[in-house]
C-alpha cells in the first residue's frame, strides 16, 4: 500500500496561507450481488436501482471532482466521509483507485461516513480500513497537523435502519483531553466529521432520524475550552451551507459542509465542495467549488473573515 504524503512541512514551505480542500459524500456505487441483496441493502437498493437515484451520483462528476482538487493543489485535503454507496469491497476498491490521484499527492485526512457502515458485517469488519487506514489515523480521533494547522477527526457512524449519528462517550473524552492540550493553544484547529452538528439555522442537527444525536454534547465540550475551533466540517446532507450556532457561552461556531462532491445536476442541485484558506489569523475565506458543463469551477465565496 502507498502511503500518504509526510504533512510535516516548515512554515516557510506552507507560506503565509495554508489551502485546504474539503470533499465529502462522493458516493461511488457499483451494483450488489444477488446474494448480498438482504436486509438494509436490499432497501438500499431498490432504493438506488428501481427508483432511480443511483443516476444522482455519477462516475463523471466524481472524475471531475478529484481532478479539480488536483489542479487546485491544496496542502491539505479533508474528506468527510461517505465514500460508497452501501459498503461494498467493491465499492471500497472503486473508490480507493478514483482518489489515488489526491491520497498520493496531497496530505489528506479521511473520516467515514454512515454509508461506509452501511451495514453491521461492513462496520464489524471495520472494511473501511482495509485499503484506507493510513488516512483515517489511530485510536479514538483522528489528526492531522499541517504547520499551524490542525484537523481532528470525530466518528458518530453506526450501522442500523436510520442515518442518525452518536458520537461514543470514549471518543468525546478523548476530543475532551485533546482539545485541553496545551500544545493546540496558538494552533489553528478544525474538526471533520460526517454529521453536521449545527442546521442552517443556526441549531442543533439532532434530527433522530439523521442528525447527530448528542450534538448537544459535543457543543458543550466544544464551549469548555479556551479557544473554539475555527470551523466544523461536514457532509451527510447532499447540500452545501454554512451556518453559525450560539454556544451557552456566548460564543459563536462555524459550520461548513461541503455538499455533495459526486452529486450529477438535478433540479437546482449539483456537485459541490469547499476550499478554504487559513492564514496567520486563522480561517480567512471558504469558496465553494461547483460542478457545471461536465467540470468543477469556482464557485461563490460562501464565507469570509470580517476585516
Known amino acids: ?129 482495509e485499503l484506507f487506514a493510513p488516512w483515517l489515523g489511530e485510536g479514538p480521533l483522528g489528526r492531522l497537523d499541517l504547520g499551524r494547522v490542525t484537523c481532528l477527526g470525530l466518528d458518530a457512524n453506526r450501522p442500523g435502519l436510520f442515518a442518525s449519528g452518536l458520537l461514543p462517550q470514549a471518543q468525546l473524552d478523548a476530543l475532551g483531553t485533546t482539545l485541553s492540550d496545551p500544545s493546540l493553544a496558538d494552533r489553528h484547529l478544525l474538526i471533520a466529521i460526517h454529521h453536521p452538528v449545527i442546521d442552517p439555522a443556526g441549531g442543533l442537527y439532532q434530527k433522530r432520524s439523521h442528525g447527530l444525536l448528542n450534538a448537544d454534547a459535543l457543543t458543550d465540550l466544544i464551549d469548555q475550552q479556551r479557544s473554539l475551533p475555527e470551523a466544523i466540517l461536514s457532509g451527510h446532507v447532499h447540500r452545501a451551507y454554512c451556518a453559525t450556532h450560539t454556544l451557552p457561552s456566548g460564543r459563536r461556531l462555524l459550520q461548513l459542509d461541503a455538499g455533495a462532491g459526486g452529486y450529477a445536476p438535478h ?15 486563522g480561517l480567512s475565506v471558504a469558496t465553494q467549488q461547483r460542478y457545471s458543463e461536465g467540470a468543477y469551477r469556482e464557485g461563490p465565496t460562501v464565507w469570509a473573515r470580517r476585516p
Not at 267 to 281: A, I, S, V
Request: hydrophobic content about 35%; proline content about 7%.
Open 1 to 129: 500500500m502507498q502511503h500518504p504524503p509526510s504533512s510535516h512541512r516548515s512554515r516557510e514551505e506552507l507560506g503565509n496561507t495554508v489551502k485546504i480542500a474539503h470533499l465529502t459524500d462522493l458516493h461511488w456505487m457499483t451494483p450488489p450481488s444477488p446474494t448480498r441483496l438482504v436486509g438494509k441493502r436490499l432497501l438500499g437498493s431498490a432504493n438506488l436501482y428501481l427508483r432511480g437515484r443511483r443516476r444522482h451520483f455519477q462516475r463523471e462528476v466524481q472524475r471531475a471532482a478529484v481532478e479539480r482538487v488536483v489542479a487546485l493543489a491544496p496542502d491539505m485535503v479533508v474528506i468527510s466521509g461517505d465514500l460508497t454507496a452501501q459498503a461494498l469491497p467493491e465499492e471500497f476498491r472503486l473508490a480507493r483507485g478514483c482518489l489515488d490521484p489526491i491520497l498520493s499527492r496531497f496530505p489528506t485526512l479521511l473520516v467515514p461516513g454512515n454509508h461506509d457502515v452501511y451495514t453491521r458485517g461492513a462496520a464489524r469488519e471495520d472494511r473501511i480500513r
Open 267 to 281: 433540479g437546482d442541485r449539483t456537485g459541490t465542495f469547499n476550499l478554504y484558506q487559513l492564514d496567520e489569523r
